[in-house]
């Protein structure tokens, strides 16, 4: 088996998944030279990057914000030739709606600099891509490690942020690891380049899904709307069987998250293991119209932002076009209560809540809590590529962002798959 592995001829590989690590992890392996098929068991590609469109317009429903960070993603939209465009502004408001100043008193009064010294001492590699590399030294409950460091004025920079973007509350267990590598990927620690011509975060225009339809139409193989319905590893290849024709391949990549993948897996008592414990935060989002909010940018509602007592309500909302009511509300909580609770939170603004066009639950960012990652859950994961000529790609790895996921996916592929050299005889079946 091991042989074959080493050598530079072409692989066959399953990528189960067409989100943003599966399909980054197929287009680098056909650009290697593998040849690659990608099933996924939605209609279509992009995973939580959706877009919908509601009276001509693009909602995003996921994924689409990217800052000077994203230079894989910036990367991949220049090759493919899609359009960007600026995002809207951001905003804090109170829960009655009046306007809260943002403290970025972290830049300033010395929390950054103790932060770096912080960051080159004991996690220097935080901005690589993955996790794993970091783990062990942010695996404190946030909470703890700011207090531990005196860093709590990061907190008020970047905890409002953070929490409405789906990773939960500060005042929760949630380690350290995570806050971290949200506000180095906000790119307002260091100083970065210019992306694409923006100063600012930026967007795909008409939708972020239209960058992984693009992916998706260069890849020779991807098949939507399929169900995988058992997978076995054997010494000489991988079987994927599915609700249509079966998938026999030399390497299977899960560009899902793996407890979701287990019940069809074969796996192994270490898989098993990892996928119990694996966590995620129920995140939901509600395109709605509303009436009589304020307009024209993303808001982040501190009340709700500030302690996960307030879990439920709405976190925040995006205002993307002028003239339109439609707005992308985000919340945390039980799916019954959303909207319930969504239309008391626009009252309590001032406004009314007249129109759910959908809603969409989130298993959003797979993680691991503390005690896990000090006992090094992340490093036990990737000791686990390769084996049983299985990959994992993902959030549970990379991050929750995009950005992050891509990275990490091309990473996975540059690693493990060499390039194929050109003369070089087939090993595939
Ligand atoms: C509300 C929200 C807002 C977000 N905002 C941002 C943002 O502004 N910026 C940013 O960078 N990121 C954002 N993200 C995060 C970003 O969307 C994710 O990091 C990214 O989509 C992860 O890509 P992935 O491919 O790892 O996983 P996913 O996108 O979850 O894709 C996994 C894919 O696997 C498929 N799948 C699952 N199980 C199976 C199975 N058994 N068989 C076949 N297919 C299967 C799923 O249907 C899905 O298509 C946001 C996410 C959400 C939900």
Same mark, same amino acid.
């Given at each position: 088996m091991?042989?074959?592995r080493d050598?530079a001829?072409p ?12 399909l ?6 056909e650009r290697?030279?593998?040849?690659v098929t ?12 959706q ?5 001509g ?6 994924g689409?914000i990217?800052?000077?960070r ?8 220049t090759?493919?030739?899609?359009e960007?465009?600026?995002t809207s502004?951001y905003r804090v408001?109170d829960g009655?709606?009046?306007?809260v ?12 600099q103790?932060y770096?010294a912080?960051?080159e001492r004991e ?11 970091s783990a062990?030294?942010?695996a404190a409950p946030?909470?703890?490690w700011?207090a531990e ?14 929490t ?12 350290a690891l995570?806050?971290v ?6 790119g307002?620690?260091?100083p970065?380049p210019e992306l694409?011509g923006h ?5 795909v225009?008409g939708?972020f899904a ?7 139409e ?5 098949r939507?709307?399929?169900?995988v319905t058992s ?5 000489d ?7 249509s024709?079966?998938?026999?391949a030399d390497d299977?990549v899960? #560009?899902?998250a793996p407890?979701?993948i ?5 796996a192994t008592?270490e898989?098993r293991?990892l996928?119990a414990r694996?966590?995620?935060n129920?995140?939901?989002?509600t395109?709605a119209?509303a009436?009589?909010?304020p307009?024209?940018a993303?808001?982040?509602? #501190? ?7 307030r879990a439920g309500?709405?976190?925040s909302y995006?205002?993307?076009?002028e003239g339109?009511?439609v707005r ?5 909580g039980?799916p019954?209560?959303?909207?319930a609770?969504?239309r008391?939170?626009i009252?309590?603004?001032g406004?009314r809540?007249?129109?759910?066009h959908?809603q969409?639950?989130w ?8 005690a896990d ?5 992340l490093?036990?994961?990737d000791?686990?590529?390769?084996h049983?000529r299985t990959y ?18 091309q ?5 493990h798959f060499?390039?194929v050299?050109?003369?070089e ?5």
């Amino acid at each position: 088996m091991q042989e074959l592995r080493d050598t530079a001829g072409p692989r066959t590989v399953a990528v189960v998944g067409a989100g943003p690590s599966g399909l980054a992890v197929a287009r680098a392996l056909e650009r290697a030279g593998h040849r690659v098929t990608v099933l996924e068991e939605r209609d279509t590609v992009a995973g939580k990057c959706q877009s919908v469109h509601v009276d001509g317009r693009a909602y995003d429903l996921g994924g689409h914000i990217c800052t000077n960070r994203y230079e894989r993603v910036a990367r991949l939209l220049t090759e493919l030739d899609v359009e960007t465009e600026r995002t809207s502004r951001y905003r804090v408001l109170d829960g009655a709606g009046g306007a809260v100043r943002q403290s970025m008193a972290f830049l300033r009064d010395g929390g950054l600099q103790r932060y770096r010294a912080l960051r080159e001492r004991e996690f220097p590699r935080i901005g690589e891509p993955g996790l794993a590399h970091s783990a062990r030294a942010l695996a404190a409950p946030v909470a703890d490690w700011l207090a531990e460091h005196g860093l709590q004025s990061m907190a008020d920079s970047f905890g409002t942020g953070y929490t409405a973007a789906g990773y939960g509350h500060l005042d929760d267990d949630i380690p350290a690891l995570y806050f971290v590598k949200y506000a180095e990927m906000t790119g307002l620690l260091d100083p970065g380049p210019e992306l694409l011509g923006h100063s600012g975060d930026f967007t795909v225009a008409g939708g972020f899904a239209t960058l992984w339809r693009r992916v998706a139409e260069e890849l020779k193989d991807v098949r939507c709307g399929v169900r995988v319905t058992s997978v076995e590893r054997r010494e000489d290849g991988v079987r994927v069987r599915t609700d249509s024709d079966p998938l026999d391949a030399d390497d299977l990549v899960l #560009a899902v998250a793996p407890d979701r993948i287990l019940p069809v897996l074969d796996a192994t008592d270490e898989e098993r293991d990892l996928a119990a414990r694996i966590r995620s935060n129920a995140y939901h989002t509600t395109l709605a119209a509303a009436s009589g909010l304020p307009e024209d940018a993303f808001y982040f509602l #501190a009340a709700h932002t500030a302690s996960r007592e307030r879990a439920g309500h709405c976190v925040s909302y995006h205002h993307r076009y002028e003239g339109s009511e439609v707005r992308t509300f985000y919340s945390y909580g039980r799916p019954e209560e959303v909207t319930a609770l969504l239309r008391e939170d626009i009252e309590a603004l001032g406004g009314r809540l007249t129109e759910v066009h959908l809603q969409r639950a989130w298993a959003f960012m797979p993680h691991f809590g503390s005690a896990d990652l000090a006992e090094g859950a992340l490093d036990r994961l990737d000791a686990l590529q390769g084996h049983h000529r299985t990959y994992y790609a993902g959030g549970l790895h990379a991050f929750e962002l995009v950005e992050c996921a891509v990275a990490h996916a091309q990473d996975l592929v540059r690693r493990h798959f060499p390039p194929v050299r050109i003369g070089e005889p087939s090993t595939g079946p």
